[in-house]
């Protein structure tokens, strides 16, 4: 599901897939933007609002993007939920279980823990949510696309999601990583950077760049025009694009680089120039992929 401007596509079929990232960086766009092509061609799309966003702004965003009206009219075609409690969201997904819809939108994983009384933080409580919840949608042959929040320490960002590690084992399609290029504001539209994060099968990485762990999916663009429609793109990355948050400022490799001796792990690094993580695993990665070219070239 999504198809890139290059015919491969980014989501699994009868999979959990994610999409986290901060506000306003376009994951609810991107999820929208699948359902759409999911009903142009009569396909049949489920969007579990745990956010209240709100049926007629859900239904208004749609139309823009260019979602047939009678194919939102029709809920054996389009279906909007707006659960109260957890019996509610379950007899949703009982129902979707004999309905099959190939788009599973549930935005958002931040909401729909706590609909459960779970803890963010507890693994065993996020793998009873997933399996009550995400995997029966999934199991029913949709592409499962739930919407998440990155972490707030900076090195738990780099990582993934905010809560438990638990969220990212439990994804048996992709996890991407959303960052915003430009700000997704109303009137103005938006972009945005995919980044696989976490790829269980292989099949969207393998048409990705290669050279960094977690390597650049394409770039989703919004724009918007004066009439209130609404224009997307899903564009396939350059040949060798890299992942700009993986690849080191030259200030920070030629530190590294001075140290004598030179670091034989990121944590000696990060105790010597006293950086976060991160940054310390960025350098030396960079580091050693420029010592590898110099001594090819020699």
Sequence with gaps: MLKRSDGHRLFYAGQVNLLFGDPESGKTWICFACAVEALKAARKVLIIDLDHNGAPATVHRLIALGAPI???????????????????????????THWRPAVAIVDSIGELLPLHGANSNSSDEFTVVHSTVLKPLAKSGAAVLAVDHLAKSP??????????????????????????????TPGHGGEALLIVNKDRHGGVRAHCPVGDREPVAGT??????????LEWAFTAPA??????????????????????????????????????????ANALRTWREEKTERNADQ
């Design 155 to 184: 090195d738990s960002r780099a990582q993934g999601p905010g809560g438990t590690a638990a969220k990212r084992r439990a994804i048996g399609g992709v996890s991407v990583r959303v960052k915003a290029r430009k700000p997704f």
């Design 70 to 96: 009678d194919r939102l009219r029709d809920p054996q075609a389009f279906r909007y939920c707006e659960p109260d409690d957890r019996s509610e969201l379950r007899q949703i997904v009982g129902d979707s």
């Design 239 to 280: 040949d060798g694009e890299r992942n700009d948050d993986e690849n080191a400022p030259s200030e920070d490799v030629a530190a590294l680089a001075e140290l004598d001796p030179p670091p034989d792990s990121v944590e000696d690094a990060r105790q010597r120039l006293g950086w976060r993580k991160q940054r310390a």
């Design 220 to 229: 989703f663009k919004l724009l918007a025009f004066n009439d209130g429609v």
